[in-house]
């Protein structure tokens, strides 16, 4: 496995700016972000970037100018921008796969030429984004009829992981744009209660199956294909030609598709260089370019390469990913943070931070370096959160009075989306808890400040909160199908930068294999009594009784 990204085999930890950085955090000691602002009344307007349609606010984090000096200094040790470039070329820096890292490619207009291993991808981008289109557009007239003739009204998007929480995360994101005559439905858990909830008010004669998944032998998503097929096959009258009417496929893997038995003529192809939690914008975003049609689906797409660009070009002291990533380091390492909180204050982003789950936590849960030695230095965080104002009268509480340094991301927007009007000055409201929220955690309640309020002195030490809390705000004027794009390539070259620092390789997923392969084994055990070599006792007994349980 040849690398040329592992900086010379310098560890991470021996670098002079990783000792300038740990010495920095020491003479930082506990540093208040009000003495900060107090010492510095510029940086509230200087912490700011914009990138496209989003302002980002990172004035309230435990960072002085020296500390993003020293940070960016360590980017540029790491090699940071070389990586950068080298992903954008299409070189392949997924090492440990051997794979072309090209999701930026998906976005690109039809004019750009990006080359794997010396032919350029582009144009098939955009004769599947093409394809993609024709098909949307069908569906949407009413033009692709069912085996029985009917229109297709409902779409079930069958996927799991990067196949499914793309298209169902952007499918909320982007409701106020969707074709409200059509009925949505995204199936992923291997759990029959899945399927069964999502067609069981379902007429067949005007159901669509979208079967996605990247290698196409997903046991999940070949077992819930298997079922759904089955179910449109019991309401059509078992005739097996109502599959090509009522399945298509996304997939880089033709032989299983046509395995499977979906003509490969209604397949949707996309490539091994674009990573499963890198995909909704390839053909695995099929659903949700139904739901909102071609036309918005390019906005979004026109949304991640502006902010490709911005990642490409912008300089480091204006770089937004880059620095959302650098602040990412400093506190996993220097402030020992676990975590990561995104709060969304919309509602219609109330996925949005599951699917940066798979985003981050897939690409950087590593422990290994990309040359294979074991890491010293804190890698990706715990990443978390719900919509607010609901998480404020749950978790909140932690956030603020708790002992734990939980870096937060804001995510809001000035208008709320046309079609909902303004009842009540419910997004006054609404903004009113984000901004609230950033300046609690950041500059708390003294004691001082309590006890002169004559809360009773046995009382002030709980009605203080420490503040000091860090937080970035993101504000867009409004939500729209670009600003998703601009949102989602930004975590996404976040997650890179990180990976970038850390040394890691952000784009394979080895992680997941063990549990898939011993649930494989297991089955067996449950369904037949079937002996498993090698069962520790603790699980042979849980097996055991599951076995009593089920009556076998
Ligand atoms: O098991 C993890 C994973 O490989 C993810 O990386 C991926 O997004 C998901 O499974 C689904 O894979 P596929 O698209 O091949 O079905």
């Given at each position: ?32 972000l009000r003495?900060l602002f107090?010492?510095d009344p510029g940086r509230a307007e200087r912490y700011t970037v914009q990138v496209g349609d989003l302002y980002l606010d990172y004035a309230k984090h435990l960072v002085t100018d020296?500390t993003l000096?020293?940070l ?235 902010v490709?660009?911005h990642?490409?070009?912008a300089?480091?002291e204006a770089n937004a990913p880059l620095l959302l990533g650098l602040l990412g380091?400093w506190y ?8 990561h909180a995104v709060l969304p204050y919309s ?38 959160g719900?919509?607010g ?18 870096p937060v991301d804001f995510i809001g927007f000035a ?15 609404l903004m009113a808890n984000l901004f609230a929220q950033g300046q609690a955690l950041a500059f ?23 503040g000091n809390h860090p937080s970035t705000t993101i504000l867009a004027a409004e939500?729209?199908?670009?600003v998703?794009?601009q949102l989602?390539?930004l975590y996404?070259?976040k ?58």
């Amino acid at each position: 496995m040849s690398d040329k990204h592992t900086h010379g085999g310098t560890r991470l930890d021996q670098t002079p700016e990783w000792a300038a950085l740990a010495k920095h955090r020491e003479e930082l000691g506990d540093a208040q972000l009000r003495g900060l602002f107090a010492d510095d009344p510029g940086r509230a307007e200087r912490y700011t970037v914009q990138v496209g349609d989003l302002y980002l606010d990172y004035a309230k984090h435990l960072v002085t100018d020296e500390t993003l000096q020293l940070l960016r200094e360590l980017a540029r040790a790491r090699g940071v921008a070389e990586l950068r470039d080298a992903m954008f070329r299409g070189e392949k820096i997924n090492n440990t796969e051997d794979r072309a890292v090209l999701h930026t490619a998906l976005r690109a207009p039809r004019d750009a030429v990006i080359e794997v291993d010396g032919a350029n991808v582009v144009p098939a981008v955009h004769a599947v984004l093409d394809r993609m289109a024709a098909f949307a557009d069908s569906v949407r007239s009413g033009l692709w009829a069912g085996q029985t003739g009917r229109r297709i009204r409902n779409i079930v998007n069958i996927g799991i992981g990067g196949s499914d929480l793309g298209p169902a995360m952007a499918y909320e994101v982007l409701r106020p744009w969707t074709d409200r005559s059509l009925t949505f439905r995204f199936v992923s858990n291997v759990d029959g209660a899945d399927l069964h909830e999502a067609v069981r008010d379902l007429d067949p004669a005007e159901t669509l199956f979208i079967v996605s998944s990247k290698t196409f032998t997903t046991i999940e998503t070949i077992t819930n294909a298997t079922a759904a097929r089955q179910w449109l096959l019991d309401g059509l009258g078992g005739a097996e030609s109502a599959v090509a009417k009522h399945f298509v496929a996304v997939s880089t893997n033709a032989a299983e598709v046509a395995k499977f038995g979906i003509d490969t003529t209604n397949m949707f192809e996309f490539w091994d260089w674009v990573g499963g939690r890198y995909s909704y914008d390839s053909a695995i975003g099929l659903s949700l370019m139904i739901a909102i049609g071609p036309e918005r689906f390019r906005e979004m797409l026109a949304g991640f390469h502006l902010v490709d660009e911005h990642f490409r070009t912008a300089p480091p002291e204006a770089n937004a990913p880059l620095l959302l990533g650098l602040l990412g380091v400093w506190y996993g390492q220097f402030f020992d943070a676990q975590s990561h909180a995104v709060l969304p204050y919309s509602h219609y982003l109330s996925r949005f931070t599951a699917y940066l789950q798979q985003l981050d936590m897939e690409s950087n849960g590593k422990s290994v370096d990309r040359a294979g030695r074991p890491v010293d230095w804190q890698t990706g965080p715990v990443v978390w959160g719900t919509p607010g104002t609901n998480g404020q009268h749950a978790y909140y509480q932690l956030l603020h009075q708790g002992t734990k340094t939980i870096p937060v991301d804001f995510i809001g927007f000035a208008r709320p989306v046309a079609e909902l009007g303004d009842l009540a000055g419910q997004h006054d409201l609404l903004m009113a808890n984000l901004f609230a929220q950033g300046q609690a955690l950041a500059f708390g309640k003294t004691a001082e400040e309590v006890a002169a309020e004559g809360v009773p002195a046995e009382q002030v030490p709980h009605r203080t909160f420490r503040g000091n809390h860090p937080s970035t705000t993101i504000l867009a004027a409004e939500l729209s199908p670009s600003v998703l794009g601009q949102l989602i390539a930004l975590y996404e070259h976040k997650v890179f930068v990180q990976g970038a620092i850390w040394g890691i390789d952000s784009f394979d997923q080895w992680g997941v294999e063990l549990g898939k392969v011993l649930a494989r084994r297991i089955e067996p055990a449950l369904t037949e009594g079937a002996d498993v070599p090698g069962l520790d006792a603790s699980t042979a007994a849980l097996v055991g009784r599951y076995r009593t349980l089920r009556g076998r």
